[in-house]
C-alpha cells in the first residue's frame, strides 16, 4: 500500500515509516463541499483551513503546526509556510553543496511578502551523522549565498517553551 520504511544514516530501520499521502486538501475541500448539509461538516471546513501539504516527516508536521496554527489553538498565528520549498541552486551554490537542488523544509514569508526565513528540522534520527551533518550544513550555506535566510530547530528547541519563545522571536524579527 506505498508504506516504506525510513533508515537512519547507518542503514539502520528506525520506528518511521513513510508513504504517499492517502488524499490532496483539494479532496478533502471538494468532500466538505458535497457535504455542505452534513453534521459536523462546517468544524471539517473551519480545520481544512489549517492544512498545508507537503511535509515530509512528522517533526515538520509539529513545527509547522507550532508556527501556524492560530493562538487559540496553541500555535503562533504565521501565515504564509511552504513545505520542502525546492530552489534550483545557482553555480557557485552548486559547488558549495554538489548537487543541483536543495528543498527547504519549511519556508516562512511575512504577509507583504517582502521577507522569508527557512526553517530547517534537525531531527537526530535521520541526521545524526557527521557525513549528513557535513551535507546539511553545505547545503544551508548554499542556500545563505543566494540569500536566504536559513533558521535550523531541533526538536527540543520545539518542545521547549522557552527555547521555542526565543526561536519565534529570532523568526519575527528575519520577517519584519
Known amino acids: 500500500d ?8 547507518a ?27 452534513a453534521k459536523g461538516c462546517r468544524a471539517f471546513a473551519e480545520a481544512l483551513r489549517y492544512v ?13 503546526m507550532r508556527i ?17 520549498y525546492p530552489v534550483r541552486l545557482s553555480r557557485d551554490a552548486q559547488r558549495i553543496s554538489e548537487q543541483n537542488m536543495a ?6 514569508r511575512n504577509a ?8 530547517e528540522c534537525q531531527s537526530a534520527l535521520v541526521q545524526d551523522n557527521t557525513r549528513r551533518g557535513i551535507a546539511d550544513g553545505n547545503r544551508i550555506t548554499a542556500l545563505q549565498s543566494m540569500g536566504y535566510t ?5 526538536y527540543d528547541n520545539l518542545v521547549n517553551p522557552g527555547s521555542f519563545a526565543s526561536f519565534m522571536g529570532y523568526l519575527h524579527r528575519v520577517l519584519r
Open 11 to 37: 542503514g539502520k530501520l528506525t520506528n518511521l515509516w513513510k508513504r504517499p499521502p492517502l488524499v490532496t486538501s483539494e479532496e478533502l475541500h471538494a468532500l466538505a463541499n458535497h457535504m455542505k448539509a
Open 150 to 154: 536559513m533558521l535550523q530547530l531541533s
Open 112 to 119: 507583504e511578502g517582502t521577507h522569508q526565513a527557512g526553517i
Open 52 to 64: 498545508n501539504e507537503g511535509a515530509a516527516s512528522p517533526f515538520e508536521v509539529q513545527t509547522g
Open 103 to 108: 528543498y527547504i523544509d519549511v519556508l516562512v
Open 68 to 84: 501556524s496554527l492560530p493562538r487559540r489553538m496553541g500555535g503562533e498565528g504565521v501565515d504564509g509556510l511552504t513545505f520542502n
Open 2 to 9: 506505498g508504506w516504506k520504511p525510513v533508515f537512519d544514516q
